[in-house]
């Protein structure tokens, strides 16, 4: 067994790592190249997205960033800004090369701490953070079926989005899709990722990545996701909504017709995403008749004594979020990318 690094410049290497990404059963959407090229230019992080080979044979790969922060200190991540990430490998082997390579770069780095973000239990001696879930669901055959698979209160509300006369779009720009997260995510008190970012996972990743926009008859943009696609699921991952979208539904009706259309397309799996355990959006997607399953974010303890807790459900951040929130939207909106990419 030999590791290697993902030279992001060799078409051929990458091309190699995206066929096995795309056949591993443990490989998700957040394991695919394009995540080397993102985070190494939007964010400025160093990446080392390691690959394991057994002769010529590729046997396994680690996506990993560093983020080096004043604010929240340096850390080895698999990976940051995603839901999934952590080893995905064809043998325990080929996962104990790749894991041993990430240990010994984070004490080389000199990093506080190596988190690799499994859905499953991989590494039960280290701790792990049980502060997420996600939450995925089999597609159902005909649009009718999946109608009916919906709660019936939740179904209610998806019915009041059409009578509402809303309609959806798949958009060619970011704009709208990021007016109306940037103000959602204010007014929830958290910085927001750059309009940079999301216009380059649409070039990086083009039609694997796809803005869905709900609209009212005259066009007005309501409510909009941006979804992955990763063989055949799509994963709803980015969201955002104008203040009158409750009173109109569009919520509700922007993820029915996410999953219409999904449908359609002869997708077999719905992937919420993950949310935090006693959030409203885990209430929400509960509602629609998801069951949430645990994620295991596991860590190396390197310069730390506990596991860090950098999100909007610490209560040191309660200040924070409420000052954020009186922050005029163009000011949050230029400061925010300088903030959340030391965050991840």
């Known amino acids: 067994m030999q590791v290697h690094q993902l030279d992001g410049h060799d078409a051929a290497q990458v091309a190699r790592w995206e066929a096995y990404v795309a056949a591993c059963p443990q490989a998700t959407f957040f394991h695919r190249a394009g995540w080397e090229k993102i985070i190494r230019?939007?964010?400025?992080?160093?990446?080392?997205?390691?690959?394991?080979?057994?002769?010529?044979?590729?046997?396994?790969?680690?996506?990993?960033?560093?983020?080096?922060?004043?604010?929240?200190?340096?850390?080895?991540?698999?990976?940051?800004?995603?839901?999934?990430?952590?080893?995905?490998?064809?043998?325990?082997?080929?996962?104990?090369?790749?894991?041993?390579?990430?240990?010994?770069l984070a004490r080389r780095l000199g990093v506080a701490h190596l988190e690799l973000r499994h859905i499953e239990r991989q590494r039960p001696d280290w701790p792990v953070q049980?502060?997420?879930?996600?939450?995925?669901?089999?597609?159902?055959?005909?649009?009718?079926?999946?109608?009916?698979?919906?709660?019936?209160?939740?179904?209610?509300?998806?019915?009041?989005?059409?009578?509402?006369?809303?309609?959806?779009?798949?958009?060619?720009?970011?704009?709208?899709?990021?007016?109306?997260?940037?103000?959602?995510?204010?007014?929830?008190?958290?910085?927001a990722l750059s309009r940079r970012y999301f216009q380059a996972l649409c070039e990086v990743f083009g039609p694997d990545c796809e803005v869905l926009t709900a609209r009212t008859a005259d066009g007005r943009p309501m409510s909009s996701v941006m979804s992955f696609y990763f063989r055949d699921e799509v994963l709803p991952y980015y969201a955002g909504d104008h203040v009158a979208a409750r009173d109109l539904a569009a919520n509700d009706f922007k993820y029915w017709e996410l999953m219409r259309r999904a449908c359609a397309r002869g997708l077999r799996v719905f992937d919420y995403g993950r949310s935090k355990v006693g959030t409203g959006p885990y209430a929400f997607k509960k509602n629609w008749g998801f069951e949430p399953t645990q994620l295991h974010y596991e860590y190396q303890l390197l310069q730390r004594d506990a596991i860090p807790q950098n999100n909007p459900a610490n209560p040191k951040y309660r200040l924070m979020i409420e000052a954020w929130r009186r922050l005029p939207?163009?000011?949050?909106?230029?400061?925010?990318?300088?903030?959340?990419?030391n965050l991840g």
């Open 130 to 191: 049980d502060l997420y879930v996600t939450f995925r669901k089999p597609i159902e055959a005909t649009e009718e079926a999946n109608m009916l698979a919906i709660p019936r209160k939740q179904r209610a509300m998806v019915r009041k989005g059409i009578k509402n006369g809303l309609v959806s779009t798949i958009d060619s720009t970011v704009d709208d899709f990021f007016a109306l997260y940037a103000d959602n995510v204010h007014r929830h008190g958290t910085p």
């Open 41 to 104: 230019e939007v964010f400025r992080h160093d990446t080392h997205f390691l690959f394991v080979t057994d002769g010529d044979v590729l046997q396994g790969v680690l996506p990993l960033a560093h983020v080096q922060s004043r604010l929240f200190g340096r850390s080895l991540s698999s990976l940051p800004f995603a839901a999934y990430g952590g080893v995905a490998a064809s043998s325990d082997e080929a996962g104990e090369a790749l894991v041993a390579h990430a240990r010994e």
């Open 329 to 341: 939207l163009p000011v949050a909106n230029w400061l925010g990318p300088h903030i959340v990419r």
